[in-house]
């Protein structure tokens, strides 16, 4: 049991290069999550997926793009890469909050990061 | 709209010394996460806290829910260097598909 897990951990681009990072859980959870982390900043959550082929936008969805064609996989392209976009990316997932007991202490669950570099 | 403010932002202790991390929210909600993020690494989850009163502890770290003051806090007694670490709250939103807003993170060092 992986839990969430996170591809690739370490990236440099140069501006104007596209790239996908890939997100993968086999806990079967229905909502998926990608956040960016900056320095001093909590998390600001890019996209959301509340279930497979459903994709939403968060706080800051600009200059980003997700799919998930998968129930366990929630993929997040940037195709074209700005310095702007430099941070630490993190993928996390959760049950569907409506179908959890109102007693449940479900959470989100964090994968390991991704850290992006745009040069 | 939901907004999550900690406070405070920075704090340097000793160790066996205690403290407490406030955590402020704008509008009602029933769920309220505290997690721990060490340098460089992910966000484990620590606490859920689901109604007002409630009262969670592990170890040396305590979290409580006043839903009516709409505040949370995280306290730590005796405090330990394994505990530097940076600490966020989340709420739970329920008016934004239940999507977690976060605060921007407690920095905590723990001096030996």
């Known amino acids: 049991n992986a839990g969430v897990t996170q591809t690739p951990k370490f990236r440099v681009l140069k501006t104007g290069q596209s790239m996908t990072l890939l997100c993968a859980q086999d806990?079967?959870?229905?909502?998926m999550y990608w956040y960016r982390q900056d320095p001093g900043m909590g998390l600001r959550l890019i996209h959301y997926?509340?279930?497979?082929?459903?994709?939403a936008k968060g706080e800051v969805p600009d200059g980003y793009n997700v799919s998930r064609l998968k129930k366990q996989n929630f993929l997040l392209g940037l195709e074209s890469a700005a310095p702007s976009q430099t941070s630490v990316y993190f993928c996390?997932?959760?049950?569907?909050?409506?179908?959890?007991?109102?007693?449940?202490?479900?959470?989100?669950?964090f994968g390991p990061g991704t850290r992006l570099t745009v040069l | 709209e939901l907004k999550v403010e900690q406070n405070p932002l920075f704090l340097s202790m000793q160790e066996g010394k205690n403290y407490t991390i406030y955590c402020n929210y704008s509008?009602?909600?029933?769920?309220l996460y505290w997690y721990r993020q060490d340098p460089g690494k992910s966000l484990e989850s620590l606490f859920v806290?689901?109604?007002n009163g409630a009262v969670k502890q592990e170890g040396r770290l305590m979290a409580s829910l006043d839903t009516k003051a709409r505040l949370s806090t995280l306290h730590i007694t005796a405090a330990v260097h394994d505990l530097s670490a940076t600490y966020f709250c989340?709420?739970?939103?329920?008016?934004?598909?239940?999507?977690?807003?976060w605060g921007a993170g407690t920095k905590l060092i723990i001096k030996p």
């Open positions: 989340a709420v739970e939103d329920r008016d934004s598909n239940y999507q977690l807003i």
């Open positions: 509008t009602t909600s029933d769920r």
């Open positions: 806290l689901l109604s």
């Open positions: 806990m079967n959870h229905e909502y």
């Open positions: 997926s509340v279930g497979e082929g459903t994709t």
């Open positions: 996390a997932s959760s049950y569907f909050p409506k179908s959890r007991g109102s007693y449940s202490t479900d959470t989100q669950y």
